[in-house]
Structure formats: C-alpha cells, structure tokens
C-alpha cells in the first residue's frame, strides 16, 4: 500500500499508551524490529525475517538504494527460502562466533535447516588494485553474495523459494532473464538503477511476472543452495562449492572474534555479539562505520521521527570503537582514523557524519510511495543532520585517538596536523550555541553536554601534544581546557547542584551521564553523584531513560519517544562509577532481557511492552552495553578482590581505575593503558 493510499498517522500518538500502542501492534503485518536477523560481509548488509524473508538489502553499498524493502512497505519486495507452508520457525540463532544465521523449521512432515550467510573469501584482487577500497588490503574480502542452504534432516518437506526484488527502494521493478540453457541462472537487471542482481541454484526457478519462484520436495539429506550475486566475481555452481564458501565464511568470523579479550562471565555471549555486530556496521573499503543498517524505522510507533542511520556519524563512530577497544579490537580503529584523514583532507572541516565513502552531502528526502513500518510516515533516505552544527564531534574524535594511542604509546606524524585541526575548532566555537548530541531541529542553544565534549577535545588535545613533544601547545590548550571547565561548572549546573540539559534550564539530559565517563569530574564529585542520580530518579520512565522530556527541550518535532537504550546503558555505567554497583546491575540484568532473541538492540525500548523501536541493529546501543557490562564485571572482580585487565589478574589496590583507558579527572599525562 503506497502512502497516498492511506492517511497520514497521527504523529501526537504517545509512545506510552500500552492498551493502545498493544492493540495497534497486535495482528501486524510486519514483524517487530526486534525479530529481525542482521548479516554483514562488511560491505553489504542485510535483515532476515523469522519468516525466512530477506525484508532489506541495498546493494552494493549498505546505503544503495534497497532491492529488498518490505521492511518499509510490505509490497516493496523480498526474498524467502523455507516450507511452503510455515510461517515461523521452531528455532533460530548465529552459529557461535559469526553473522551466520541457522533457522530450524518444523513442519506436519519433517524438519528443515536453513543456513543463509554474506559471504567472505580471500581477496580477490590479485592482477589489479582495488577500485573500491581505499584501507590496506586483509586476508578475507566480501564475495558480494548473498548465499543461502537447505538440508532436510528428517521426513519430507516441500521447500518453496521466491525471490522478488524491487529496484531503488521499491520504485523499479525488475526484468528476469534465464542465463544457458537451464534453470539454475537467471538475471533481474531494474532500469536505470545500475544494479544487476545474478540467481544461481540448483533448484528450477521459474518467473512468474516480477517475481522468481521455485518449488520442490526434499527427503531426509537432501541438500539445496540459492546464491544472490550482484558483482562480476563468480558465484557457486554447486553445493559442494556453495559448503566451501559457508565454511570459509565461518572461518573468518571465528578468526576476527578470537582475536578479542573476552571475561569468563555469563554475560560473555552479549559482549561477543555485540562486538560481532559493531564489526558488520564497518564499511571495509573505507573504514566507515555505520550507525545503523536502516532507515526509517520508528522512534514512535506511528510517528514521525523516522530517519535515515545508514551513515557514519563521526560521535557514534568514535564511541564504537571505544566499545571495540575496551575487548581488545584496535584494527578498526586504524581503519576509522584514515577515514577521518580522508574526509579532512586540505584542511576540510569535519562534520557531524558523512556517507560511507566519505560523501559530504547527504541530502535528505521522503517517499511518499513507501507506506513505511507500520505506517510510520514518512520513510526517509539521506539525514539533514550532515549540515548540523553539533560541538561534540571534535572531542569525540579526539578522546577515541587518546585511547588509541595510549595502547601504542605513539601516533603517526601524519595525524598531528589532523588533530590540531579538531583541537582548534572546539577553541574556536565552544563558545557558541549548537543543536547537541541529540541533533534537535528546533533552535540552537548552549548545551552543557556539547560544552563538556569541547572541554574534552581541549583536555584530550593537550595530552596528545605532550605525546607530540608540542609543549606549547599542550599549555595553551590545557589553559582553555581548564577555562570551559570552570564555565561549565558556573553555568551548567542548577541550585540542586545538578547538571543541566543547558545553561540557565532546569531540564535533564541523559548526555550528562558522559561526564564521570569522560572523566570530567571524578565520580565522588558531589555534582557528579547528584546528577547520576537525579537523572535515574527524574529522567526515567519505568526505569528505563529517557534523552530528555519532550515537553522541555525544543526538538523540533511533534509525539512522544520511547525510552534510548544506550542512555540506559549509561546509567548502568554511571552508577558502578559513584558506587551505586548494586543498582547499576539490577538494572543491567534488565536491560540484558530486553535483547532481541538473536541478543541485538534498536535504537529504543518502548518500557511498557519491551518491544525495540528505532534503527536496527543500532551501533550506538551495542557499544554502550560493552562498557555498562564490563563496568559490572570489573565491579564485582573488584568485590571479589580481583580485578581482570585484558584477561590479566590484576590486585585491585595497584589496578588503575581506568581499565576503559579513559584518564582520570587530575591525571596530568597519558601513559599505557590500564596501568
């Protein structure tokens, strides 16, 4: 249904109202978010319905326009493989260790498993260079396939598979022609799109209007494969070829996890998977990273605040790989750093976020012809956030290259120019008033958080000059580090003595649980405690956080939202570091319930149902659950009389209260990690 087809949802619609929210969600067409399965090759990803469905997939790049976008609008194709006749699965999860997912299938007559993965092989360019790829060559690269097995494994059950693309976000539809004499290739090429979409199988598809479909009885042990290729790299032609690439595929991911420091703990499966998906929002060519695979869906349920994540926001980026730093993952970060060198080149500004080539321009529009995810108006692509002036990125950036180079004791000479750049915007403008960390559409003003953020670049500048041998510079900042503190401090903080959303409001804002993060004060600073507190008992709904209250912060924007899972995150880690260690993991526990049944987080919780709301899988809510859990662990290790430093038994009284690499608050110079 196209939305001129229907009416505009009423974007006032509280995300609140449970009898209401429940009867509207009840007999859904689509799934909840939260049912959805993500894949990665690190250069495409894709969302797998529990019906078997592919419901999203750009190609060939992850913000391409779709092929598959039922997701948004159930008419705007997709692609199944499972029974005829079933719907839901009996089981579903990720082979251990990997973005490869495993769907069990029940039938009246037998069982079925369905294996599909994004494939990786060794790297293919050999005779010539890369055209695509601008970071140093690995071992492993995307196959640009999309590969899906079958194995019958008891009785007998009729397989039935219908691919159904749809080009450039539902707006083309396809042209299927066979390839040879046979069945087993065919092509769906959509005018104008520049994408051609390549099916080998050895199944017999036949095309029936815009639509592939193919259906056949398998007996116990019997095997198929269908691959989706949209590149000129071969695909496989049998199913022995197609195990090989599954295996090899296998291999990768269980190469790169093993590579992390994982503790011995039961919250140990989180940590992997959340390490596992910060790793399938990388874009490998250029070391982007992705704030979501998605666009588009709702904050609200209905609503309007519905927007486009398939890009990398420098703030969420940086704080990613702080994530993938804390379990011991440092090649992304390289990775990232050449992305910013690249996007900063001839001294450009850096802004707020940027396509994951290193587009600059990200123009925003809607389409009016997707109905969007459960009528959620409208869907859009492209973010005007790109032109935002957000005062935070600077000191993100900067804090992610101290913790970086406070595990190599060094930084390339080539990045100094760079950082200095960053360093001397946030002394140029952190006087000004910008949209925050929020990206509100409504007026700029003086938030406190985005304050506190250039105090950060300052303070993480001039500890990188002093790793620089640039004495003078490192005094210089320092000095005007030293000067936002003390204005932030005066200006930022209420009668209560309390932290506020900006200056001269009384309002919270859930960003200023960053401050004992960052180490802008220590955490048994009373502002400190007075804040984490206030905001647990003022900024929440059910437990559960909230950005900030709508009615108090001009966003620009109409509707209520639900509660943001990083925030409450946040909280958790907040709350180990004023001592609230048992408070913090009650409510670590919950949030853990709340993970998808494939341990995966949207952007955010609706605190009535627990259903996800937002963009998924959400880069910025894994990287916050890495740090609240390994806060928890380290506190009760330290309960225990035993910290753990990457895998290390360390005693508690001679650890270093900053096993997150972070400085403390009068720590007047970096030196290794974890000391």
Known sequence: MNASDQSRPDATTGAFEAEGASAKWGGSPFPPIADYAFLSDCETTCLIAPSGAVEWMCVPRPDSPSVFSAILDRSAGSFRLGPYDEMVPAARRYLPGSLMLETTWQTRTGWLIVRDTLCMGPWHNLSDRSKTHRRSPTDYDAEHCLLRTVKCVSGTVDLSMTCDPVFDYGRVEPDWTYEGDGYGQVVASGAGSGVKLRITTDLRPGIER?????????????????????????????????????????????????????????????????????????FAPSGALMAAATTSLPETPHGERNWDYRYAWVRDSTFALWGLYTLGFDREA???????????RDGQALQVMY?????????????????????????????????????????????????HARSRSQLQESFWPILKQQVECAAEHWEEPDRGIWEVRGQPQHFTSSKFMCWVAMDRGARLARMYDEPVYAEKWQTLADQIHADICKNGVDKRGVFVQSYGSEALDASLLLLPLLRFLPPEDPRIRATVLAIADELTYEGLVLRYRVEETDDGL????????????????????????????????????????????????DPHTGRHLGNFP??????????????????????????????????????????????????????????
Request: charged share 20%; glycine share 8%.
């Open 334 to 344: 390289n990775d990232f750093f050449y992305f910013i060198a690249d996007v900063c």
């Open 618 to 675: 959400q880069a910025f809510t894994h990287l916050a659950l890495v740090n609240a859990v390994m806060h928890v662990i380290r506190a009760e290790e330290a309960t225990a009389g035993l910290i753990t430093v990457h895998g290390v038994p360390t005693d508690p009284w001679t650890a270093s209260d900053t096993t997150d690499g972070h400085p403390t608050a009068d720590e007047p110079l970096p030196s290794g990690p974890d000391e």
């Open 355 to 403: 396509g994951v080539g290193g587009e600059h321009e990200l123009t925003e529009e809607t389409l009016p012809h997707l109905s969007g995810y459960e009528g959620a108006w409208p869907v859009r692509i492209g973010n005007a956030a790109y032109s935002q002036k957000q005062h935070d990125v600077w000191g993100a950036v900067l804090d992610s290259v101290l913790l």
């Open 558 to 605: 109409e509707g209520e939202e639900g509660t943001f899972t990083i925030c409450s995150f946040w909280l958790v880690s907040a709350l180990v570091e004023i001592g609230e260690v048992e408070r913090g993991k009650r409510l670590c526990e919950r949030l853990l319930s709340y993970a998808s049944p494939l341990e995966l987080y949207a952007e955010e919780l």
């Open 210 to 282: 815009r639509g592939l479909n193919a259906r056949t009885r398998m007996v116990e042990n019997d095997t198929h494969f269908v691959a989706l290729c949209w590149s000129p790299l071969p695909a496989p032609m049998t199913m022995d070829e197609a195990t090989e690439r599954m295996n090899r595929t296998a291999e990768f991911w269980r190469q790169w996890i093993t590579l992390g420091d994982f503790p011995d703990h039961r919250w140990r499966s989180y940590l992997q998977r959340s390490a596992l998906t910060l790793k399938g929002l990388t």
